[in-house]
């Protein structure tokens, strides 16, 4: 039983549908927007979105983060992570309709989007839960691709046994991590030396409002807005 439970398994590639797994439940959605609609609203939000290279706080030490970023939402959903306070812009048409045309399928609500710009393949997103407590309990997070298709890892947090997933989110697809994913499951979307073009990420989270937190600030340790190019 030791053995095992050092034994780094193989990884399963996920494709479209619903699947349970070790408590990871994910649903992926190919073409839920069609290839039209995603192309449309990347060049738009390539043009309106005021990009900046935020910077997180690792060990105590700041770095900039490899990838662009912006975040929208209510005016309440301000969200933390790594030492970084995104404080929401407000929402852009273009995310309000999308947020909505999610939140029917999903049956979900949703008061923030985190927008991500992977500029080339060396951007990435590191191994990380997103667990933060104003996401309160077994949250759900939509995520919609833009873009170039990269690959999207999935490993169990305390079982080395457990096969890893593996998804490749293709332009216009929707990723739905529900119940206990984000409790016992890390993921990453990992650098690649492969030639791919620009991906934009929209992860959609509902953030729970804490007393004290209410007006629109700028984010304190961001650096300046930066061209999505």
């Given amino acids: 039983m030791g053995a095992s439970s050092n034994r780094i398994a193989q990884t399963i590639s996920l494709s479209a549908g619903h699947k349970k797994f070790h408590g990871a439940d994910i649903e992926y959605v190919p073409r839920f927007l069609s290839r039209e609609e995603a192309d449309e609203l990347t060049e738009t939000l390539k043009l309106k979105v005021p990009w900046r290279q935020p910077k997180v706080r690792i060990f105590g030490s700041l770095y900039p983060c490899p990838r662009l970023a912006a975040s929208y939402g209510d005016q309440r959903a301000i969200y933390q992570y790594s030492g970084v306070t995104n404080y929401p812009l407000m929402w852009l048409t273009e995310l309000s309709e999308l947020r909505c045309r999610i939140e029917n399928y999903t049956e979900d609500s949703f008061n923030s989007v985190l927008v991500n710009c992977y500029r080339t393949g060396l951007d990435s ?75 934009l990420n929209l992860t959609f989270r509902n953030v729970l409002w804490k007393r004290g937190c209410s007006e629109f600030q700028s984010d304190p340790i961001s650096e300046e807005f930066s061209s999505c190019e």
Avoid at 145 to 161: A, N, Q, W
Avoid at 172 to 198: A, D, E
Wanted: glycine fraction near 8%; charged fraction near 25%; aromatic fraction near 4%.
């Fill in 125 to 199: 997103m590191g191994w990380h839960r997103d667990n933060e407590p104003e996401l309160g309990i077994d949250p759900v997070i939509a995520s919609i691709t833009l873009g170039s298709s990269r690959r999207f890892v999935m490993r169990h947090c305390k079982r080395r046994d457990v096969s890893r997933l593996e998804v490749s989110l293709e332009n216009g697809s929707l990723l739905i991590m529900r119940g206990q994913t984000q409790s016992l499951w890390q993921h990453t979307v990992p650098k690649t030396r492969m030639t791919t073009g620009l991906r």
